[in-house]
């Protein structure tokens, strides 16, 4: 079956043709009503057994009866073996009026005087189920009595139950009414009493409804919910969780990557399975795309046949070439920027397998020669030095602007709490003026009808007088309060975005300081990315901040409410904790999310109209405020090693990567260091010297003036080896008396030669260790004398910026 083009009636109702949708083509076998196969007498003589027909008037009874009948005999009129099929071939009416049209003519009466009875005879008919209509069509039809009488005749138990549910889960008014009438669509479409839906069912209407509409409209997830607590579905899942797929298995991320050769995927695999343990699923997926995707599945789309790892040089020269840009349409695009990162990770590949060849026999066979060689990776370091120099520049050009972007959200936070509380004051309808600015109260249509007794809090949705904009005050603020909480903890705790969405109220912990008996508030930060937990101290502003938040989120019983965190990374959704950064969408209680807290902080810098140099919107991320608080606290006066405790980090070297030194920061803190140092040390040293003390100093000096050239001991230091100059290593020869020093080496060779003829043996030894050492510096000379340059070169003198 498919869906015929609607066409729009003069009447204003809703046209027959769109019955069928994509999710009827979804479905193999076509279900019938429990009265497809009976005559058109039969059928209508079930109307008056429907539990809505007592409670109709006489007149209303037989203006249904009327328009069943019609409706009846105009669907006879199409081939089929039942009412469905009559139905499903109507869809196709190469008629291009509308429904109500065709079965007025069919009558002989006048679309007008037919009208009516047509569609309550229509409501009477799909309540007996003669048809299961399409979810289109129920949305063309779109006669909310309908829902309602479906409600009374089909399980009005089990609905009412499903009603107290959705207020018990503090659903609002218009909440309820979409979850009732998404429950009546698929009881009419599927033929099935309210207890039994089937989570297919709610499956199969969701993806009709994005087929539709592109994304979810209201009524899917509390309708879910409810349902499981009625007991209806057998899961402990919400719909959200139910349609995450979770971690993939190793096998299925590789077959994405449709890699052809069955050895290699093997292989692939199974160094893949050896890799995954110690790897979190981010960085294994990454890994995954690069090898099987980037690096063997391009070979084997250029290079048919190939089936080991040890490839022709001009195979992976050829690879390499095309690794060195991104292709974009068939084209070469722009020069890759993690070339030397996909580099390395095949690199890895090869060398983990000829290491693990020694010990498994599996990877012999699959040992080779790695077509990349180590000098290919030595832009690494480069390219790192030169992303470090980015970072530190990036945070030169934004910590200026942290106080305007603290101050902006503040403001703006301020802002909208007293434009809500005034707005809240006002009735409907009414203008009033706050800031400046002139508002009207107004109201979404539907809270016109919203009786008494539904559950939920009003929107506050005010006009902007001069602008004509709309803009629902209870989002805003709530929007302007999470940015300020965000931006504040993110520039006092300096932690990564996930840890920032994981803090829990159980984080909030005490510690008593063993020597003075104070107490001080600690935040405990889960472990995240390096897998180490750590305790933050907790400053007044912190808790400031956070105490704000806690007070936000908690229900009346002043608890802090439940709520579980789905890890978009990891793929896996953690256990319900009382977490701190959750807010309510609609009547759930949903952790922000990292895409929520950039549109926040790009919200509020977009108020304060902050550029970069090149006159551009500046832009801030999370990790800028981790880098940011690092640079703040290390040019503050906190030593490095603990600021890296702080951050979480192994290495000192990550920290220091993490840290803008700013030129005047750089000044100032060598000038406190002098200071401080000079503050340190005994204050005589720092006296001016006496006449005698300096004559004392100068003649140090002089009486280090030897015969080969000069001593180097330090002043106020005798000599250590008895003025024996020619075998002390301080003696600095000078080259003017090379001469002398040649003249010494052959007298000492000399003494060698007599003392040996007359047999003194120990003053031959003694006479050997002088003239090894006299050979030494003679060596040392000729050294010095081969590097010394030939010519001088003339350097200029400096000039200082800002100097003429």
């Known amino acids: 079956m498919t869906a015929s083009t609607s066409v729009p009636l003069q009447s204003g109702m809703a046209p027959f043709k769109p019955f069928i949708g994509a999710q009827t083509n979804t479905r193999k076998i076509r279900r019938v009503g429990p009265v497809d196969h009976l005559g058109r007498q039969e059928v209508l003589d079930l109307l008056p057994a429907l539990r809505i027909w007592p409670a109709l008037s006489g007149a209303e009874t037989r203006e249904r009866m009327r328009g069943a009948e019609a409706l009846l005999t105009w669907l006879e009129s199409f081939p089929g073996n039942g009412w469905q099929e009559r139905w499903d071939a109507a869809a196709e009416y190469p008629d291009r009026l509308g429904w109500t049209e065709a079965v007025a003519i069919q009558a002989g009466r006048s679309p007008k005087a037919v009208r009516g009875d047509a569609v309550t005879g229509l409501a009477s008919l799909l309540l007996c189920r003669f048809v299961l209509p399409d979810y289109d069509f129920l949305v063309g039809y779109g006669a909310v009595r309908l829902f309602a009488d479906v409600r009374t005749q089909c399980s009005p138990e089990l609905f009412e139950a499903a009603q107290a549910a959705a207020r018990e889960r503090g659903m609002a008014g218009r909440q309820v009414a979409e979850v009732l009438t998404v429950l009546s669509k698929v009881v009419l479409h599927t033929g099935r009493d309210l207890a039994e839906i089937t989570t297919e069912d709610m499956l199969d209407f969701r993806a009709w409804n994005i087929s539709r509409y592109s994304r979810h409209k209201s009524g899917i997830h509390g309708a879910w919910d409810v349902l499981r607590d009625i007991g209806v579905l057998a899961t402990d899942q919400s719909l959200r969780a139910a349609l995450r797929s979770g971690q993939a298995s190793t096998e299925e991320l590789v077959a994405q990557r449709q890699v052809r050769n069955g050895p290699v995927r093997e292989l692939l695999i199974r160094y893949l399975n050896e890799r995954r343990p110690a790897m979190d699923f981010s960085s294994f997926r990454q890994l995954t795309c690069t090898l099987a995707g980037t690096f063997w599945a391009d070979i084997e789309r250029h290079h048919p046949g190939i089936d080991s790892l040890d490839l022709p040089v001009e195979v992976a020269d050829a690879w390499k070439e095309r690794l060195a840009f991104t292709k974009k349409s068939g084209r070469e695009g722009q020069p890759r920027k993690g070339r030397l990162e996909v580099l390395g990770r095949v690199r890895s590949f090869y060398l983990d397998i000829q290491e693990w060849a020694h010990e498994d026999p599996y990877w012999i066979p699959w040992a080779a020669r790695c077509p990349i060689r180590r000098s290919e990776l030595e832009g690494v370091a480069k390219q790192n030095r030169r992303t470090t120099a980015e970072i530190h520049q990036r945070i030169r050009e934004r910590l200026p602007h942290l106080p305007v972007l603290l ?65 629902d005050l209870l989002r805003v603020e709530e929007d302007a309060f999470w940015a300020w909480a965000t931006i504040e903890t993110l520039r006092h705790t300096g932690v990564r975005i996930e840890e920032l969405l994981e803090l829990t109220h159980l984080a909030l912990i005490s510690y008593r300081l063993p020597d003075t008996g104070e107490v001080v508030p600690l935040l405990q930060v889960v472990p995240s990315k390096s897998n180490e937990e750590r305790l933050l101290l907790v400053t007044p502003e912190l808790a400031s901040v956070l105490a704000a938040v806690v007070c936000r989120i908690r229900d009346a019983d002043g608890r802090v409410p439940l709520a579980a ?108 260091y002098l200071d401080t140092r000079r503050a340190n040390r005994p204050a005589a040293e720092y006296r001016e010297p006496t006449e005698e003390e300096w004559d004392e100093f100068q003649k140090h000096f002089e009486l280090r003036k030897v015969e080969l050239g000069t001593c180097g001991r330090p002043y106020g230091t005798p000599c250590a080896h008895e003025h024996a100059c020619i075998r002390c290593p301080m003696l600095r020869v000078d080259p003017a008396q090379r001469r002398r020093l040649e003249e010494i080496i052959r007298n000492l060779t000399d003494r060698i030669d007599e003392a040996r003829a007359n047999g003194w043996l120990g003053e031959v030894q003694g006479l050997q260790v002088s003239a090894e050492a006299a050979r030494n510096k003679l060596a040392t000379l000729d050294r010095l004398a081969r590097n010394r340059p030939r010519a001088s070169v003339d350097l200029g003198m400096p000039i200082i910026p800002g100097e003429r």
């Open 407 to 471: 101050a902006e959200a503040e403001r703006f936070r301020d802002e909208q709490a007293d434009l809500l509380a005034m707005a809240r004051q006002v009735p409907v309808g009414e203008a009033f003026e706050h800031g400046g600015k002139a508002f009207r109260r107004t109201q979404y249509k539907y809270e016109a009808r919203r009786s008494a007794t539904q559950h939920g809090p009003e929107a506050v949705l005010v006009e902007d007088l001069s602008t004509g904009a709309q803009s």
């Open 565 to 672: 965190r789905y890890d978009p990374h990891e793929r896996i959704t953690g256990p319900f904790l009382p977490h701190l950064f959750q807010r309510k969408e609609g009547w759930r209680r949903e952790i922000i999310s990292q895409q929520k807290v950039n549109r926040l902080i790009s919200a509020t810098l977009a108020r304060t109209g902050l550029t970069d140099r090149a006159g551009q919107p500046l832009r801030y991320t999370p990790h800028d405020f981790r880098r940011m608080f690092i640079t703040d606290a290390v040019t503050g006066g906190l030593p490095v090693h603990i600021a890296a405790r702080i951050l979480g980090h192994h290495s000192l070297n990550t920290t220091q990567a993490y840290l803008a030194v700013f030129q005047d920061d750089l000044i100032r803190s060598y000038r406190t």
